[in-house]
C-alpha cells in the first residue's frame, strides 16, 4: 500500500527521482504530465475500460480509473455542476506553478480559494486512499502529512544543477533556464503561501527524510526512498519517543 509523495522544487530531482521509485515499488506514478494526459483523454480512457472487463485492467487503466472518477464531474470532461471541481482545480493539478493565473485577492477569491483547495486536497486525497502511487508535486507533501500511510520526500539540488535540469528537460538557453527557474520557484512559493499559509514549502520539517540530488547519487537516493517506503508499510519508519532520563 506504498504511498510516496515528492516535494517538486522545480529542477530538484523528484521528477527523475519518482518514476524510478515507482517502478522499484511496482506502484503507479503521477506527475503534472501523466495528470495532463489523463485529464485530456479520460473520457476515451474510460469507454475503453468499459469495453474491456472480460480481462483484469492494466496498472495505467485502474489509474485511469481513479482519475476518472475525480475527474469525471469537473470542466475537463465538460460536466460541470459540483461544488468542488470546475476549471481551476484542473489546472491547478495539470500546470506548472507560473502558468496560473494570479487573480487579485477578494472577497469573492477568497470563498472561491476554499472550494479550489477543498478541490485539491480530494483529489490528492483520493489517489492516496487507492495506495500503491507515487504523487510528485501539486504540494502532496503537505496536503497528506497528516496520513501516516504516505512517506514524505524532499528532493533538492543546487540552483546550478536545477538550472541545467531545467535546461535539458526543456531544451532552454542557461539564460532562460536560469529565469524559468527563477520565476517558477516565485510562483510556487506564492501558492503554497496563498493555499496552505506555509512560506517555507521545502522545510525538512515537513518531509520524512530530504535528499540532495547534487550529492548523492540517483541510484542511492532510488534505495533510500524504496527502503523508506517499505520501512513505513512494516510499522518500522515510525520515530520511537525517546526514553526520558532517570
Do not use: C
Amino acid at each position: 500500500m506504498s504511498v510516496v509523495t515528492f516535494g517538486a522544487l522545480a529542477g530538484g530531482g523528484a521528477r527523475a527521482l519518482g518514476p524510478l521509485v515507482a517502478q522499484e515499488l511496482g506502484t503507479d506514478y503521477v506527475d503534472r504530465l501523466i495528470l495532463t494526459d489523463v485529464a485530456r483523454h479520460v473520457g476515451a480512457t474510460v469507454e475503453a475500460l468499459h469495453q474491456r472487463e472480460e480481462r483484469p485492467p492494466t496498472r495505467g487503466e485502474r489509474f485511469a480509473r481513479v482519475l476518472q472518477r475525480i475527474l469525471e464531474r469537473s470542466a475537463v470532461t465538460g460536466a460541470g455542476g459540483d461544488p468542488y471541481f470546475g476549471p481551476s482545480v484542473a489546472a491547478f493539478l495539470t500546470e506548472e506553478y507560473d502558468e496560473l493565473p494570479q487573480p487579485t485577492i477578494t472577497r469573492g477569491h477568497e470563498l472561491e480559494d476554499e472550494s479550489y483547495i477543498e478541490g485539491i486536497r480530494k483529489v490528492l486525497g483520493d489517489l492516496a486512499e487507492g495506495g500503491n502511487v507515487v504523487i510528485v508535486g501539486r504540494g502532496a507533501h503537505i496536503i497528506l502529512r497528516d496520513n501516516p500511510r504516505v512517506l514524505r520526500v524532499g528532493a533538492v539540488a543546487t540552483l546550478e544543477d536545477r538550472i541545467a535540469t531545467i535546461m535539458s528537460r526543456e531544451r532552454l538557453s542557461h539564460e532562460e533556464a536560469e529565469k524559468t527557474t527563477v520565476a517558477r520557484d516565485k510562483a510556487r512559493a506564492y501558492y503554497f503561501s496563498r493555499f496552505f499559509g506555509i512560506d517555507e514549502p521545502d522545510s525538512p520539517e515537513l518531509y520524512h527524510l530530504v535528499i540532495n540530488t547534487s550529492a548523492v547519487d540517483i541510484e542511492y537516493a532510488v534505495d533510500l526512498v524504496v527502503q523508506a517506503a517499505k520501512a513505513l508499510d512494516e510499522g518500522r519508519l515510525p520515530r520511537k519517543e525517546a526514553t526520558p532520563a532517570i
